[in-house]
């Protein structure tokens, strides 16, 4: 799957598939503008990419120090670009 196939599949479909990781079922969520059920998802995946969306989702709120805490926790730097551009390059490394 690519990016285009994902955001085909985010416009035509109620919730993401099964087999999607939580990462990038929550980024489906905040793609929908469910920050709540992205945020769920990504605090409860215990794992590296896990950290980067929920990172990316306090970014989104507008929490910058809790999302610097997070880019901390994930190992990246905390991101400057917009928060499209950010979701995108989430989206297409977790998709690899």
Do not use: T
Not at 71 to 93: D, H, I, N, Q
């Amino acid at each position: 799957m690519n990016i285009a196939d994902f955001l085909s599949l985010i416009e035509k479909e109620n919730e993401p598939f099964g087999d999607l990781s939580s990462p990038l079922q929550a980024l489906w969520w905040a793609k929908k503008g469910y920050w709540e059920n992205a945020h769920e998802l990504a605090q409860s995946a215990g794992s590296v990419e896990g950290d980067w969306v929920h990172a990316y989702l306090h970014r989104e709120e507008g929490d910058l120090g809790n999302a610097a805490y997070w880019y901390a926790r994930a190992g990246k730097p905390v991101c400057r670009s917009s928060l499209s551009v950010e979701w995108e390059e989430m989206v297409k490394e977790l998709l690899k």
